[in-house]
């Protein structure tokens, strides 16, 4: 059998991708098609009965207490880690832009944190901000500011964990904004200090529009990082006995609480309607950012 | 005016720096450190012992921890740079029938969040055993979708006539695949090599999930519990972070340019 070489090149394909294809199929879209067939039943791993229950889960989870707790959190945690983190971000990159001698020795010193396991530098963190003997409250103790309770307190810990969070990614995003700024034509400046601009001027009028291409990508991509949040909560604020959350549930995000239903408590029914309700944030963040890219390349 | 702005940036910077930094040196200060010692606000050490790694190492598994997130780091590593460029090549090279259809698919995967699959893969590795096994901890990430579609970017830059030329030199496709094409995006393959062992090498809500027994624990599983339950005994638990975190740092310093630029290269093409 000869074949032409297209349907050469077509066979080669299909061999090429098949077992990746499957990997697909049966890694990512048959568990997914799983995860929601699981939300619809009582699925307690344990129990030998797992009837189908239909949308009762996401019913109750309207009136779990604690499943609001953690979306109210996680909404805290982007509200503040996202907003702060891409503010600092883009002033460092500004200043690393704006320096030529040691410029790549800083950027790698901001760069750090972000390859290093958060899993450490959470516990780091919880050294650091621990009530007794923890480095904070003794520096702070040198000015006379008095204890602070931090991870024991239900209104400071998660501050504690944001603080964590911006610090780990501050410098991604200085990264990407460098990039930004260096694509920025040196020229549009020098025109605007012959016209008398003044710093925040050309900031404003030079520096946001051209780089809002970046701002929308990092608050996006951030965003849906931050959505997901699960590692630093679970390392600085886990109980003695390693429940996870800060002193009542003051920490829990919704990824931990997730985590608690099912591998905890081994409801898999209730938490894949969790994961589902989660879901369906993500696709609508992600739909909203094409949008909003879209009309950018209109432009 | 220009020179007043150089300064202040020289030590605003200067400042953001030593607040970055400082984390770790606290990390290496206490493990350095002994008795009331390690509650003092000072940084250097009254006296520096190495002990609390010597106990981290004997009283844990922390080397055989080593070892595990090395083998599966590198492993999906090694199986994600293998499939994603040829799967990349393919959609970028090759014509066949169903390929837009098809790359659809491999995208929409990229939009199912982690948590919404780890439950099914949880069930799934029970029912089939895996539970406690190195593949119970590979098989999420063989290939990634992201690579893919990072691939198939680069792959669409390579000339056709340059792939043309190896067909008319009689090579086999995956010979002018092997040959001809794959050279030429070898620094997209660093950088994305790079990212997925980082990732894989940090990873921590599927391993906490897939295994639960000391010996097969990845090290970020493995510090997390120790430091658990070594809770309050600062020294040890930053011993160990220590020991966790030196390693990468070393190696960041060595590939702190193909890193760097390997972020402009995925951070910016998705």
């Known amino acids: 059998m000869k074949l032409s070489i297209k349907g050469r090149q077509s066979m080669w394909a299909y061999i090429f991708i098949s077992a990746p294809m499957l990997f697909f199929l049966c890694i990512r879209i048959y568990p997914a098609l799983y995860a929601f067939n699981v939300s619809l039943h009582k699925w307690d791993l344990l129990s030998k009965n797992k009837p189908f229950v239909f949308l009762d889960n996401f019913m109750d989870l309207f009136h779990d207490?604690?499943?609001?707790?953690?979306?109210?959190?996680?909404?805290?945690?982007?509200?503040?880690?996202?907003?702060?983190?891409?503010?600092?971000?883009?002033?460092?990159?500004?200043l690393l832009n704006s320096i030529t001698k040691g410029a790549s020795v800083y950027r790698m010193v901001v760069f750090i944190p972000y390859v290093t396991s958060i899993v450490a530098v959470s516990w780091v963190w919880r050294w650091m901000f621990m009530k007794q003997g923890g480095l904070i409250n003794n520096v702070i103790g040198l000015f006379g500011i008095s204890r602070q309770p931090f991870l024991d307190s239900t209104s400071q810990a998660i501050y504690v964990v944001i603080s964590n969070i911006i610090w780990q990614a501050l410098g991604f995003y200085t990264i990407i904004?460098?990039?930004?700024?260096?694509?920025?034509?040196?020229?549009?400046?020098?025109?605007?200090?012959?016209?008398?601009?003044?710093?925040?001027q050309k900031f404003k009028n030079i520096t946001i529009p051209l780089l809002n291409p970046t701002i929308v990508y990092l608050s996006v991509?951030?965003?849906?990082?931050?959505?997901?949040?699960?590692?630093?909560?679970?390392n600085i604020t886990s109980g003695g006995q390693g429940i996870a959350g800060g002193p009542l549930n003051s920490t829990v995000s919704v990824v931990l609480y997730i985590y608690q239903l099912a591998f905890v408590n081994y409801k898999m029914g209730y938490a894949s309607a969790a994961t589902v309700v989660l879901f369906i944030i993500i696709l609508t963040i992600s739909l909203f950012q094409m949008k909003v890219l879209d009309k950018k390349y209109d432009n | 005016m220009s020179k007043y702005n150089k300064v202040f940036a020289y030590v605003a910077l200067t400042i953001i720096g030593i607040i970055m930094v400082f984390p770790f040196l606290w990390m290496i200060s206490t493990s350095l450190k002994t008795g009331v010692d390690i509650y003092s606000p000072s940084i250097i050490p009254k006296s520096v012992t190495l002990n609390n790694y010597a106990r981290v190492i004997e009283d844990s598994n922390f080397l055989v921890w080593f070892k595990n997130s090395f083998v599966v780091a590198g492993i999906t590593t090694v199986s994600v740079l293998c499939f994603d460029t040829l799967v990349g090549y393919t959609f970028a090279k090759l014509p066949f029938r169903g390929k837009n259809f098809l790359f659809i698919i491999v995208l929409s995967t990229l939009m199912i969040p982690t948590e919404m699959l780890i439950i099914p893969w949880y069930m799934m590795s029970n029912t089939l055993g895996w539970i406690n096994t190195y593949w119970s901890l590979l098989f999420p990430g063989l290939t990634s979708a992201f690579g893919i579609f990072m691939m198939r970017q680069f792959?669409?830059?390579?000339?056709?006539?340059?792939?043309?030329?190896?067909?008319?030199?009689?090579?086999?496709?995956?010979?002018?695949f092997l040959r001809t094409a794959m050279p030429m995006v070898k620094p997209a393959m660093s950088a994305l090599g790079i990212f997925t062992f980082l990732g894989n090498w940090n990873a921590f809500l599927w391993?906490?999930?897939a295994v639960d027994k000391p010996d097969i624990y990845t090290l970020p599983v493995g510090?997390?519990?120790?430091?658990?339950?070594?809770?309050?005994?600062?020294?040890?638990?930053?011993?160990?972070?220590?020991?966790?975190?030196?390693?990468?740092?070393?190696?960041?310093?060595?590939?702190?340019?193909?890193?760097?630029?390997?972020?402009?290269?995925?951070?910016?093409?998705?």
């Open chain 2, 223 to 270: 510090l997390a519990l120790f430091s658990g339950e070594s809770y309050n005994q600062w020294d040890l638990v930053m011993a160990a972070a220590s020991l966790a975190t030196i390693p990468v740092l070393i190696v960041f310093f060595f590939f702190q340019k193909q890193i760097i630029e390997g972020i402009h290269m995925t951070g910016l093409k998705a």
């Open chain 1, 177 to 200: 904004f460098l990039a930004g700024l260096k694509q920025v034509p040196k020229t549009y400046y020098e025109a605007a200090m012959i016209d008398g601009a003044s710093p925040w």
């Open chain 2, 207 to 209: 391993p906490v999930i």
């Open chain 2, 155 to 176: 792959f669409m830059g390579v000339p056709d006539d340059i792939l043309e030329a190896g067909r008319i030199d009689g090579l086999s496709e995956f010979g002018i």
């Open chain 1, 65 to 94: 207490q604690v499943f609001k707790a953690s979306l109210i959190n996680t909404g805290k945690y982007i509200l503040f880690a996202v907003p702060i983190g891409l503010a600092l971000s883009l002033g460092i990159a500004m």
């Open chain 1, 221 to 234: 991509m951030a965003t849906i990082q931050t959505l997901q949040v699960f590692t630093q909560v679970f």
